[in-house]
């Protein structure tokens, strides 16, 4: 009995429409570069050409619109705010700005345009702030006060234009504006974002000489803008004397800007001095007080430092907040040191400093990279006696830990529990949990989950679909794949190249090559390229089919692509000639995958050892055995070649082939598949039929081959299509001792018994 070609529905394609919006074509305004070189003369600070005092690159800009279809978002300002930012939006290059700005005359106070100055440095729209504030100094109702000069300074600053901030600054007397603190920290930080920290330091001195009282925002600005331009140490440690001479007290952000220094300049004892001054300043420490100190130890390799500087804080009556702990174990997470993250937990608790989910999900990401499956579940459980909960982050890491473990299962379990706990899934919950079961050919589990999301209005994304499709197709359940894969267009989840392949892997393991050339229509259609899976895949389904010439032409077609031959790719070939029984091209096939620096895997070694044997080749059969035996880089090719010679066969040995099954199994069932095809079709041609019949039932026992036996009063079927010669040969010997054996023993027997295969 051959199975049914799957006809497909003929597509409908969609053109989209296409909105073209009028332009307008101006000229180009060019500007030349202005530099600024020369003495410190207070003099030079008050007149327009001040800016000869210093040096300053100023980028060549050009002239920007707004867009007329940038919106302000609804409610953020008043109703006239809006409309004038609108319109001013809408206004073409030339157009009047008194005409927009009279119609708001004696509705609008200089906050509210403070807000529209502020949306255009959001826009990054200096032209259009320049231009207002330009008009506004000729109109006494509207006149710019400082607030207003220090907004459009900061914008100019953020565009490099400092010639045009240090006029804007130099005019502020002529127009009656006096200059404070802000307008002169504005300009500080115009020049310092632009790596100019030797203006910002003689703009301090010049603000002093003013009489001009700097703040602590003042002093932060000079410091940051020489800890980034590189200032030693001991000249920003001046400054902070400095600064703390003049009356001002350093606050947090004083103290980050420090540690930030010692940090990049690799100066741990000197960010040690500058934590231990800020605790007796009474200054509370934050995030990035914690992530600034511990990226300087990360950088030394001394996190154990760390440790012990929050053991002291505590100590002192600091108590570090959870923050501090997540973000030192985090250092030790990504450094690979388990036990030290560990460590921290403890600490931490010991502190009396309660964990957070985070804390928790740290350690569970970082013990599922490790593969200590058992230690994430202790955890896990210990989390949640401590009343812990675990949030969506917390589910959304064991989700991913357990299914890329092979713990397919175990996934569903947790999802399970999450919805139990009523925490909320997120699609990378959804997508995590679609991989799995996608993984797993887990369908039933994988149509529950959709159904759920559809209940929620949760509309899939293509990657969780993606996960339905490739769980259907890993169970053989060719219609349903397709009609997930056609509901994503549906839906508006459109395919993406990695769907495709998943549903050519699917039809390809079948070899059912016709359906599998349609889809590959269908994806050419949609305007996606083959890729190295879909290749691989369509090389595995021609061969599964029986169409060895066009496994091998598709190869030849994968070479001249710009797809890159993988692993996978050079082991589908070697099961082509394998297949054909060809003995040398397989040797030859086998060789080259050596000499691409890849060891063989043990699916290459039986593809071989079935040619050899189909070919009565017993003594290089025998000779390949014993180099796959010998291994030294792999137990698992020593574990399975020992098996495969009948050394195993008892069942305390026999747990070390199972351990192999069991390791596999985290590749999940597209692996497996291939992996116990390749195994049977060597035991079957090396005359182990029983020990092939017991790993058939090992790879049942591991929910591959679903489809395999069927029985009811009427029909008792054997469906091997997605099997090797050898795999289904031990399949259905297996079947029909079992037929034989219930017939001896008297029972019922069907009317009706059949085999499915794939028609070639």
Same mark, same amino acid.
Not at 167 to 181: E, L
Not at 426 to 437: H, I, K, S, V
């Given at each position: 009995m051959t199975l049914l070609f799957l006809p497909f529905p003929s597509c409908q394609f969609f053109r989209q429409t296409f909105f073209h919006r009028e332009e307008r074509w101006i000229p180009l305004l060019r500007r030349r570069r202005h530099g600024h070189s020369g003495s410190t003369n207070h003099d030079l600070w008050a007149g327009?050409?001040?800016?000869?005092?210093?040096?300053?690159?100023?980028?060549?800009?050009?002239?920007?619109?707004?867009?007329?279809?940038?919106?302000?978002?609804?409610?953020?300002?008043?109703?006239?705010?809006?409309?004038?930012? /609108?319109?001013?939006s809408s206004l073409p290059p030339r157009g009047s700005i008194a005409r927009c700005l009279d119609a708001f005359r004696n509705r609008l106070s200089l906050s509210d345009l403070g807000l529209v100055f502020k949306e255009f440095a959001r826009r990054g729209d200096w032209?259009?702030?320049?231009?207002?504030?330009?008009?506004?100094?000729?109109?006494?109702?509207?006149?710019? /006060?400082?607030?207003?000069?220090?907004?459009?300074?900061?914008?100019?600053?953020r565009e490099a234009l400092l010639d045009k901030c240090l /006029?804007?600054?130099?005019?502020?007397?002529?127009?009656?504006?006096?200059?404070?603190?802000l307008s002169y920290t504005a300009l500080i930080n115009a020049y310092g974002r632009n790596g100019d920290h030797s203006a910002a330091l003689s703009l301090l001195a010049q603000m002093k000489s003013d009489r001009v009282a700097p703040t602590a925002l003042t002093y932060n600005t000079v410091l940051n803008s020489c800890a980034r331009g590189g200032v030693p140490w001991d000249q920003l440690i001046g400054l902070f004397a400095e600064m703390r001479h003049d009356g001002v007290r350093p606050d947090l952000v004083t103290y980050n800007t420090l540690l930030a220094a010692a940090g990049a300049r690799g100066l741990a004892d000197e960010a040690e001095m500058v934590l231990r001054?800020?605790?007796?300043?009474?200054?509370?420490?934050?995030?990035?007080?914690?992530?600034?100190?511990?990226?300087?130890?990360?950088?030394?390799?001394?996190?154990?430092?760390?440790?012990?500087?929050?053991?002291?804080?505590?100590?002192?009556?600091?108590?570090?907040?959870?923050?501090a702990y997540n973000l030192l174990m985090e250092a030790f997470a990504r450094a690979g040191a388990a036990k030290e993250a560990v460590g921290v937990l403890r600490q931490m608790q010991a502190a009396g400093c309660p964990p957070t989910a985070a804390t928790y999900s740290t350690l569970l990401g970082l013990y599922g990279r490790s593969g200590r499956y058992e230690d994430v579940r202790e955890l896990f459980l210990e989390m949640k006696i401590g009343n812990t909960a675990p949030d969506a982050d917390t589910y959304n890491i064991l989700i991913r830990v357990f299914g890329e473990g092979?713990?397919?299962k175990e996934v569903v379990t947790l999802f399970d529990d999450m919805v139990e706990e009523k925490v909320e899934p997120?699609?990378?919950?959804?997508?995590?949990?679609?991989?799995?079961?996608g993984k797993g050919g887990l369908h039933q589990d994988a149509k529950a989950v959709l159904s759920q999301m559809n209940s929620k209005g949760v509309v899939p994304s293509p990657k969780a679909y993606t996960g339905v499709v490739e769980a259907y197709g890993q169970a053989a359940l060719y219609e349903e794949a397709f009609v997930a894969f056609n509901t994503m267009h549906e839906i508006g989840s459109m395919p993406t190249v990695e769907t495709y392949s998943s549903l050519v892997n699917a039809f390809a393991r079948g070899g059912l090559f016709k359906e599998l050339q349609a889809i590959l229509a269908?994806?050419?259609?949609?305007?996606?390229?083959?890729?190295? /899976?879909?290749?691989?895949g369509v090389i595995e389904g021609y061969c599964q089919g029986g169409q060895f010439e066009d496994a091998l032409k598709a190869y030849v077609e994968m070479q001249k692509s710009r797809c890159n031959p993988n692993e996978r790719t050079l082991e589908a070939v070697l099961s082509v000639y394998s297949a054909a029984g060809l003995v040398d091209e397989s040797k030859e096939q086998f060789q080259e995958i050596q000499s691409a620096g890849i060891m063989p895997s043990i699916m290459a070694y039986c593809m071989l050892l079935s040619v050899y044997a189909k070919n009565d080749r017993w003594s290089e059969a025998y000779e390949l055995l014993e180099e796959m035996k010998t291994n030294r880089i792999s137990s698992t090719h020593q574990v399975i070649a020992s098996m495969i010679k009948g050394e195993y066969d008892d069942e305390s040995n026999w747990q070390m082939v199972e351990y192999v099954f069991d390791k596999y199994n985290a590749e999940g069932c597209g692996f497996g598949l291939r992996f116990y095809n390749a195994l049977l079709e060597a035991l079957w041609w090396l005359g182990q039929k029983a020990r092939a019949a017991r790993v058939l039932h090992e790879a049942e026992r591991r929910g591959l081959f679903p489809e395999l036996y069927h029985q009811s009063k009427l029909v008792w079927s054997v469906d091997v299509h997605r099997m090797s010669v050898g795999g289904a040969l031990a399949a259905v010997s297996v079947w029909l001792n079992e037929i034989h054996g219930r017939f001896k023993r008297g029972d019922n027997l069907p009317h009706l018994a059949t085999i499915i295969v794939v028609a070639s």
């Open positions: 327009r050409k001040v800016g000869m005092m210093m040096t300053a690159a100023a980028r060549s800009k050009e002239l920007v619109l707004g867009n007329p279809a940038v919106a302000v978002e609804k409610g953020k300002y008043s109703y006239d705010v809006e409309s004038l930012i /609108d319109k001013l032209q259009r702030s320049l231009r207002l504030f330009k008009y506004m100094q000729r109109q006494s109702w509207c006149r710019p /006060d400082e607030h207003i000069h220090a907004i459009l300074i900061g914008v100019l600053g /006029d804007v600054f130099n005019d502020m007397p002529s127009h009656g504006v006096p200059r404070t603190a001054t800020m605790l007796n300043a009474g200054v509370v420490p934050d995030n990035s007080t914690h992530t600034y100190l511990v990226d300087t130890f990360a950088k030394l390799g001394r996190l154990e430092r760390v440790s012990e500087l929050l053991d002291e804080m505590a100590a002192g009556g600091h108590l570090p907040d959870a923050t092979g713990y397919f997120n699609m990378e919950t959804y997508e995590g949990l679609m991989l799995a079961c269908r994806m050419r259609g949609a305007g996606y390229q083959m890729n190295e /899976d879909s290749f691989n």
